[in-house]
């Protein structure tokens, strides 16, 4: 199997490429198009801000290449927000795979809550086999300050603030919110179930 993570600028790819080696899984990191197309599976990372992402992958193509994949793709937490419709940050629009929006975590005045939400938290209500092993209500690790709202591809679900997508999935396109790659045992069951 021949596994690439998207390289761009706004990628958390060295602890990503970390998790696969600990699973026994060897990727190639590239920006190539031929590349891209040409592997088996794909991962698209993210950690950063949505609008200067979206510049990069159309200034150099990647946009429309990701947008054309046919094979297994997995966007790892602002990856899977740039695969749905468009971004309250910074107002952008995205790749448009899911029909989701990405909006603002809001707290209500008062609120304990803080924004960016980082740590631990729980996925429930799993639908997919992206999740094969991961008993209901499995703690990852999240960090970001920006959810896609719940739709018709979510795939999981989380709270902070209200329940949102913490996974979505459409055709060959999967993403999750948090990082698996720092989410211990459940995350790399997790990028093992997509690898397989």
């Not at 600990?22 to 801000?49: L, Y």
Request: proline share 5%.
């Amino acid at each position: 199997m021949s596994l690439v993570i998207v390289k761009y600028n706004a990628g958390n790819i060295q602890s990503v490429l970390y998790a696969l080696e600990r699973i026994g899984v060897k990727a190639v990191v590239t920006d190539d198009h031929a590349r891209i197309r040409e592997a088996d599976k794909v991962i698209f990372p993210g950690v950063g801000e949505a609008s200067s992402a979206m510049k990069y992958l159309q200034a150099r193509g990647l946009d429309e290449v990701l947008r054309s994949l046919t094979q297994p793709v997995l966007g790892i937490c602002l990856g899977m927000q740039l695969m749905c419709s468009s971004s309250e940050e910074n107002d952008t629009t995205c790749l448009g795979i899911f029909e989701e929006r990405v909006k603002k975590f809001t707290p209500p005045a008062g609120s304990a809550l803080k924004v960016p939400q980082i740590g631990w938290n729980n996925i429930y209500d799993l639908k997919s086999p992206l999740f094969n092993a991961v008993p209901e209500n499995s703690y990852c690790y999240f960090v970001h300050g920006y959810y896609a709202a719940l739709g018709e591809h979510t795939i999981a679900t989380t709270d902070y603030v209200q329940p949102y997508s913490s996974g979505l999935s459409k055709n060959n396109f999967s993403g999750v919110q948090f990082h698996p790659e720092k989410s211990a045992k459940i995350g790399e069951q997790i990028l093992r179930n997509f690898c397989k």
